[in-house]
């Protein structure tokens, strides 16, 4: 029976803890922010991708 209440004890601690941690634990902000504005969009094209070679224009 002791060892059965000692078992309780650890899955109760274990519990708050997990608990904390998850109030504890940081998000991420939705504020608007103007430090975090960026000049170019995440998705936006870089300079290697798209357009076509210059060899393939050559010629026409």
Do not use: Q, Y
């Amino acid at each position: 029976m002791k060892s059965f209440l000692s078992i309780g004890r650890r899955v109760i601690f274990c519990a708050v803890l997990a608990g904390f941690a998850l109030v504890l634990s940081g998000c991420g902000s939705v504020e608007k922010d103007a430090s975090h504005v960026s000049a170019r969009p995440w998705n936006a094209p870089k300079s290697w991708e798209g357009g076509l070679p210059t060899s393939l224009n050559e010629g026409r």
